[in-house]
């Protein structure tokens, strides 16, 4: 590309590309100085960027698939990636822009380094984009075995995209790690064939914990990026790139769209990432290189409008996320006295296993500004066992008359599901011992409804169960 030599028409455009993308970075740049709030509300849509959409303050959906251009030189700028453009709605386009300029400065809020964001059709694409370039073939070790460590306890398509498409069809080892919080499990894991470390904090549904500090140092150590879903958290509650993470991964389906509106992914990189292997571009920027380039070719894109979804609902993500954290606390502690309930995990409890880790990196951002000091904030979701098995389980399930049954989380509206028939289901019994998701487990994503009208639904449901003991005791 760079021994191109240009007509004047296409060196014109390429001129003009390079006014705007020095515009563009001074109002990044000065976005950046803004407030968690403030950014969210506005991102990078200002005021001239409105007044060439007709003046409208909200950031317009533009639903037409393809960008028409000036002449040939502007055509041939822009698809040689040259200027600012959106050319075809799979590679980019305004809205997804603004939107994925927005994820790029909530989650890299308070970090001093460079962040880009590619947004997806999921967040399985999102995590497929973020880690299926880092699995290429070494040009210099040809034919050498490749492998992975992941966090064990993870959402069950993980699980699936590592352990069946990735292990099973593509021959590549994936190292499982069973205690997240066990450092050396990890670092025993890793070795000159790793391409990356992968963790999800809390993860769905077991709300497991790392130390994202101390496995970033291990991992750049070998020369390779950690890669963080941060989906639970969020951006309002954790910016795991502040603690040394390369990668992080969003499904912007759940708390970020939190009205269920609009389904959605995120890959958000800091720039001068690790890397054993790729061209020179990819760890330079890696988001973008993602975008313009394998993201092109795979076509996992997000819609427009459900990018407009994601950008309407991430306004209000702080404030939200705050209200469904305060209440999932709450609901958490009323199910540890429940009688009918062996267990319940939740970071926010003293006596879960990680609480002083996750107390370290989870807090509600900006909170020193509503409270006079920061405020730990553990996230919308729990997880709960049953006394008496899959079957009482079920019956409790089954009972709930408020709480929604679902396969979904970070819902405005609180949501319940087996995990084990559900969103684990196809990674089978040996699968879900690997990751600890046992028959008698409920994932339940905690919304904004009163938690007393939450905790009574869950109360009678619960009870239904020791109902069902006595009645087939007595016949």
Known sequence: ??????SPGVQAYIKK???????????????????????????????????????????????????HFENSDHMEASLAYLMPSWTYSRIANPTLGYLEETLALLDGYGFDGEVSACATSSGMAAIFMATNPFLAIDEDTPGQPINIVAGAKCYGGTFMLFGQRYAVE???????????????EWAG???????????????NPSLAIFDIEAL??????????????STVATPALMRPLRHGADIVVHSTTKAMTTSGFGIGGAVIARHNIPSRVGPD????????????????????????????????DLRTLRSKVSIMSSNALQVAQFLQQNPQVEEVDYPGLHDMPGY????????????????????????????FTVKGGAAATRTMFDQLQMVWRATDLGRIKTVATIPAISTHQQQGEEGRALADVPPNLVRLSVGAEHPADIMKDLEQALAAVNQSKLMQAYG
Request: charged content about 20%; cysteine-free.
């Open 189 to 203: 894991k890793i070795d000159a064939n790793t391409r990356f470390v992968f963790g999800e904090m809390p993860s």
């Open 17 to 67: 590309g390079e006014t705007m993308a020095t515009d563009l970075a001074a109002h990044r740049t000065k976005m950046r100085q803004k407030k968690f709030d403030t950014i969210a509300v506005h991102g990078l849509y200002g005021m001239e960027a409105a007044l060439s959409n007709q003046g409208s303050i909200i950031e317009p959906a533009y639903f037409s698939s393809a960008q």
């Open 281 to 312: 571009e990819m760890p330079a920027n890696f988001a973008l290189y993602v975008k313009l380039f394998p993201f092109r070719d795979h076509g996992p894109s997000i819609s427009p409008f459900n990018a407009l979804m994601t950008l309407n």
């Open 1 to 6: 590309m760079s021994d191109t030599i240009y």
């Open 356 to 383: 002083d880790i996750a107390s370290r990196y989870m807090w509600l951002v900006d909170s020193e500004d509503d409270y006079g000091a920061p405020v730990n904030s553990f996230g919308h979701l729990l997880s």
């Open 216 to 229: 970033a140092e291990l991992a750049h150590g070998h020369g390779i990026p950690l890669i963080v879903d």
């Open 170 to 184: 593509r021959g590549i080892e994936v190292r499982w790690v069973r205690n997240t919080l066990d450092l050396d």
